[in-house]
């Protein structure tokens, strides 16, 4: 983990970028490393079926070779699948953070996050691996997400919440401080949430409520 003070995405002279995924997530991220003014490289894609995404080149993965000089993020939105690639490619990942981001200089940043336009991230919040905070989000003092998380646009996470592993805050949600949100939970679009949740949880409405399980 990097305190978020230091230049997370600086690269070596002639080090490039690629990304994992040409998708709509991806076309956010592209824009992100543009306003940055880093090399990208081009895209990998287990589909592609196509040269061109936004003017960089589609490859398949194992028609590439990273190499030691290179940076990877993965650009996909399904936080099981983003988990199963990154556990699975061993390579320097980068993060991509938005210029337009307000972010505490004593939280923590981990390998891997995206951090979209608009998004604030408060005092000693600690961001795990591969996490995604969409557009306009808000992560405020002393919460913990953890690896693979998914904090969707507009939601807000009061003081001291933890967010488990590849849980999804539904776009919209409210999140009341000092709350758990269990690993692999969703809490549903414009949830209010006043009470733990547990692993795996589904919840929806105001107050949130249980409705079912996703598979552990």
Request: charged share 10%; proline share 4%; glycine share 12%.
């Amino acid at each position: 983990m990097l305190p978020a003070t230091q230049p997370l995405n600086a690269l070596k002279d002639n080090h490039m970028i690629y990304l994992y995924g040409a998708s709509g997530h991806g076309k956010n991220i592209i824009e992100i490393f543009e306003l940055q003014q880093l090399a990208i490289a081009g895209l990998l894609d287990d589909g592609a079926n196509e040269n061109d995404f936004l003017g960089y080149p589609v490859s398949l993965p194992g028609n590439v070779s990273l190499g030691a000089e290179n940076q990877l993020i993965i650009s996909i939105g399904n936080n099981a699948i983003r988990k199963r690639l990154a556990e699975s490619i061993f390579v320097t990942y980068t993060t991509a953070i938005h210029p337009s981001c307000v972010i505490s200089k004593r939280c923590i940043i981990s390998a891997g996050t995206v951090i979209m336009a608009g998004v604030v991230i408060n005092c000693d919040a600690v961001i795990g691996d591969h996490v995604i905070l969409n557009t306009s989000c808000s992560i405020d003092h002393d919460c913990v997400l953890g690896n693979y998380a998914h904090v969707s646009p507009n939601a807000a996470l009061a003081g001291n919440v933890t967010v488990g592993e590849g849980a999804h805050i539904g776009i919209g949600a409210s999140v009341i401080q000092g709350i758990n949100i269990g690993k692999w939970a969703t809490v549903g679009a414009g949830a209010v949430v006043i009470s733990d949740v547990p692993d795996y949880a589904v919840v929806v409405g105001s107050p949130a409520k249980i409705i079912k399980y996703n598979h552990g």
